[in-house]
């Protein structure tokens, strides 16, 4: 066989290669060595406060200690509950005994933050072995299972969440991925106390374990008793530093308050009032959830459709929200791996499915650096590992044209302003018809088969990326001179 016969050999092939696998992460390390942001900064901070508040015999007042911010994060309040940060602080046990007996900054060292970040790498790993495992519970099939971790460590939802942001998203993601692991060996124990650890973590898994819930739940007494138990790990949190001091404060100042107050805009007016998308969406998905004739021990049969509906209601309900609710660019990685665990499913879909996901992941990117989203900055450039071969930090000024990507985008290119609507539809349409084409049961059949290879497709969504962080690197080295 020739070179070319030998090339068209591995593009047909269903196989993930190795070099594949190498290029997804060493795209994943280029990116988590070039930035540094404010966010990753304050939680890394925040989780070693929690061993300060401990050595000091004041744990409740680890909020009081946080507003002081010592150490000049960008963010004085740390506006969550404690589980968001307590398995990092851990693994960040190392740099805090460097910090506070060895009077090592950590915020001076991107070696240690580095260091922190890699714990959020740590769980994606565990998530993407778990997620290998849930495929093949899904489809009996090695390869689709591979592939679905494949899918979901390439993704740029997984990058800017994990290896660019470092934020702590991916600490409730992985405690949900195991829950649903545990759910489809039928293991309800296990399913709840994990689903427990995923909301007290974050509450964005409570909206999804809802939808799980009424699948096989339909006495409504036991459903509310469930989601009660399910929310017994953030109530716990509240009861312990109820009255501790900045407590309140600190909640009433942090992201958690704002993320609720926005959840359900207005997205029409009615006689009614007005009313919100997801509200409607959330109660279409609950509905039709409920009307499923499952039993409660349907997850006991292999490549049981009660385990594929489960994680479809899952990728159905976080589609929903980042359609119809205001969102920070990272929380995209919450599509992962829900979303892949849908399409390897579907075989006779490949073609279709791979360039509606491409098309979704490029133009949600677009549409987060149009509208200024708090990434690509050239400040967050300092204090990541790519800083000192630099040898120079630079200040943030928001009238620099060159302060991050999007200013230096509009400068040149004034017209793509206009175009926001025009990606945002188009990563709308997408994320519709990937649910449309790829429900468990009731899948279109198209005149055209998608049953074709698209290898460059899968190639060229690992890399969307790159040509962002590349321009925010050549800014940095833009504004210093």
């Known amino acids: 066989m020739n070179l070319k016969g030998k090339f068209l050999a591995m593009y047909r092939s269903d196989r993930v290669y190795a070099a594949e696998w190498i290029v997804a992460i060493v795209t994943g390390l280029f990116v988590f060595a070039t930035s540094c942001t404010w966010d990753l900064q304050s939680l890394t901070i925040w ?37 968001s940060v ?39 790993v565990v998530m993407l072995r778990c997620t290998k495992k849930i495929a093949f519970l899904l489809t009996g099939d090695k390869t689709k299972s591979i592939w679905a971790m494949f899918l979901t460590a390439s993704s740029t939802y997984l990058y800017l969440s994990v290896c660019y942001s470092g934020q702590n998203d991916i600490l ?5 991925v195991l ?32 939808a799980v819930l009424v699948l096989t739940e339909k006495n409504f007494l036991r459903l509310i008793g469930k989601a ?24 009433n100042s942090g992201p958690a308050k704002e993320m609720l107050e926005e959840m359900f805009p207005t997205n029409l007016e009615t006689s009614f009032g007005k009313i919100s998308f997801f509200a409607i969406a959330l109660v279409l998905i609950y509905i039709y959830g409920y009307t499923r004739d499952f039993s409660r021990d349907a997850y006991k049969k292999p490549q049981s459709l ?16 980042l359609m119809f609710s205001p969102f920070s660019f990272y929380r995209l990685a919450i599509l992962t791996p829900y979303l892949y665990l849908v399409l390897v499913q579907n075989k006779k879909m490949r073609l279709y499915n791979a360039l509606l996901d491409t098309a979704m992941q490029f133009s949600l990117l677009m549409r987060m650096v149009l509208r200024g989203s708090k990434m690509f900055r050239v400040d967050f450039v300092n204090r990541s590992l790519a800083q000192p071969f630099f040898g120079y930090t630079v200040k943030f000024n928001d009238e620099n044209s060159y302060a991050n990507i999007d200013n230096y985008i509009y400068s040149n290119v004034q017209l793509l302003d206009k175009y926001q609507p025009m990606f945002a539809g188009v990563a709308v349409v997408c994320a519709i018809l990937l649910l449309a084409f790829n429900h468990p049961e009731k899948r279109p059949k198209l005149p055209l088969s998608g049953d074709k290879p698209a290898r460059v497709l899968v190639w060229a969504r ?9 321009l925010s690197l050549y800014l940095y080295a833009k504004t210093a001179h």
């Open 47 to 83: 989780s070693t406060n929690v061993w300060d508040s401990i050595a000091d015999g004041q744990f409740r007042s680890l909020y009081a200690l946080t507003a002081q911010n010592l150490h000049h994060v960008h963010h004085a309040h740390m506006g969550s509950e404690l589980m």
């Open 86 to 124: 307590l398995p990092w602080s851990v693994w960040n046990l190392p740099i805090w005994i460097m910090q506070r007996f060895f009077g090592m900054e950590i915020m001076e060292s991107p070696f240690m933050l580095a260091y922190s970040k890699l714990f959020l790498v740590f769980c994606s």
């Open 172 to 176: 409730m993601m992985t405690a949900s």
């Open 179 to 210: 829950a649903v692991y545990c759910l489809l060996r039928d293991k309800r124990r296990g399913f709840m106390l994990w689903s427990i650890l995923a909301i007290a973590i974050k509450p964005f898994f409570l909206l999804a374990f809802l």
């Open 228 to 251: 009660i138990l399910a929310c017994s790990g953030m109530l716990v949190q509240k009861l312990l530093f109820m009255g501790a001091p900045g407590y309140a404060e600190s909640m």
């Open 306 to 321: 009660a385990g594929k509906y489960a994680v479809y209601m899952i990728a159905a309900t976080y589609t929903s929200y």
């Open 462 to 470: 690992m890399l969307l990326i790159l040509p962002f962080v590349l």
